[in-house]
């Protein structure tokens, strides 16, 4: 069968010229990357060129990358490490569940946690993260762009007012790294988070990006890996492959790739809207990243219609895959005011590097179809009002 990806936000392909930089890792290169002997020179030095490029992606400087076992784990190292009890921290309701569930655990522990809301399109508001500051605020961590909506945060703007506080600022960018330009400077945050699967690099390594002379406790004790900020021998292909993704997202980005990927992205939104009535795009009216659409089809069920495409070779899905088999509707969604049926009726169309127009083209002959076919099997749902019959 013919399949389309449509699920990058979920996990994105390997790309061949990742996997090419990786394969003598696996095999020819195999040393510790802490050994003083050739087999160590040979991995140590791969470790520090994937750095490099790594810091050329977010604009930041080698040494102030952590590379870490994902997006998760940079995430907790963030909060973890800069956070201790009797400290207050702001975030906001749409973070994923590596940032909010971190923030729940410090909560046990003492940590006052400040969830801030987000309007309609999705956005935290910058003069609600001013309010919520408190003598004793140590860290705001919003996020760069959501998993779920793409949804693009004023990071800028955030990062302005915890400079202006004396506060650190995280960002979770790990739906925002490849996707769009990052530079660390501009939003003046202390730490930001990464993940290679998100741009195409492995699954299992990521990064944490952590501004020089912030103090940060490792999350991990051992050895004094990562200028003793992340304890345990390397992943040495799993770096190779971030950093040559890494350089690869940031010449694409160069080239203005990006704009590309946004065009076909609305082509496909525009044609879903187009065929398909009583529909209609969450988070529209803000900024997102150029990959990814997450359209609300009322009187479907999700996991229906999700089921249904990919019998049909099409894989979506209907928002985060960590939660997908939840019975809850998505978190993000309910927080930007969605009723839960419409929650649940919502599909997350993202792209990727491998994403051709013809893909477009076969996605939206079968959506519209398919969400016909789901509203005329709903009992709940009048026939007249179907577009498509129109
Ligand atoms: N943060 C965001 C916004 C994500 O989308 C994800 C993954 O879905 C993560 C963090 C976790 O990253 P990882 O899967 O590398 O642990």
């Known amino acids: 069968m013919h399949r389309i990806y ?7 392909p390997l790309l061949p010229e990742v996997f090419q930089a990786m394969r003598p890792y696996f095999g020819e290169h195999f040393g510790n990357a802490s050994s003083i002997h050739h087999h160590g020179q040979q991995t140590r030095a791969a470790v520090e060129n994937a750095r490099d490029s790594v810091a050329a992606l977010l604009g930041c400087r080698a040494l102030e990358i952590v590379f870490t076992s994902g ?8 909060i973890a ?5 009797g400290d207050h921290v702001i975030t906001s309701s749409i973070e994923h569940h590596a940032v909010l569930l971190a923030f729940k655990h410090l909560e046990d522990i003492g940590v006052d946690v400040t969830v801030l809301p987000v309007d309609g399109r999705g956005l935290v508001d910058p003069a609600d993260v001013r309010r919520a500051l408190r003598p004793n605020t140590k860290l705001i961590s ?38 769009v330009a990052i530079d660390v400077k501009q939003i003046a945050c202390h730490a930001l988070s990464i993940s290679g699967h998100k741009l195409h690099a ?12 912030t103090g940060l406790r490792p999350l991990f004790y051992g050895g004094r890996h990562e200028r003793s900020r992340r304890a345990g021998t390397e992943n040495v ?8 993704a890494a350089k690869i997202a940031k010449d694409a980005l160069d080239r203005g790739e990006d704009k590309m990927m946004a065009d076909m992205r609305n082509r496909l939104q525009q044609g879903v809207l187009a065929q398909v009535g009583e529909a209609g795009v969450n988070g529209d009216g803000a900024a997102r990243v150029p990959n990814t659409t997450n359209i609300h089809f009322d009187h479907i069920d999700g996991e229906a219609m999700v089921i249904a495409l990919d019998l049909k070779g099409v ?4 928002g985060a895959a960590c939660s997908s088999g939840a019975i809850e509707p998505s978190h993000v969604l309910i927080a930007m005011g969605l009723r839960p049926d419409q929650a649940r ?21 079968l959506v519209s179809e398919t969400v016909a076919r789901l509203r005329e099997l709903s009992p709940k749902y009048t026939k007249q009002t179907v577009s498509t019959e129109r």
């Not at 490490?81 to 009890?85: I, K």
């Not at 292909?237 to 040559?244: E, R, S, T």
């Not at 990727?352 to 076969?362: H, L, M, N, R, S």
């Open 6 to 12: 449509l699920d990058n936000n979920a996990t994105t």
């Open 71 to 78: 997006g998760t784990e940079a995430d907790n190292l963030a």
């Open 345 to 365: 009726a919502s599909i997350r169309f993202s792209l990727g590097k491998q994403t051709v127009a013809e893909d477009i083209d076969y996605a939206l002959a």
């Open 81 to 85: 490490g800069l956070v201790a009890a």
């Open 142 to 179: 919003v996020m760069m762009a959501n998993n779920e909506t793409g949804v693009l945060q004023p990071v800028e703007e955030i990062g302005k007012i915890a400079a202006e506080a004396g506060v650190c600022f995280h960002t979770d960018a790990v739906q925002a790294a490849g996707k």
């Open 315 to 318: 894989a979506v899905s209907t």
């Open 237 to 244: 292909p799993g770096i190779v492959g971030l950093g040559k």
């Open 202 to 213: 492995p699954q299992g390594v990521g990064a944490l990006y952590v501004r020089k002379g």
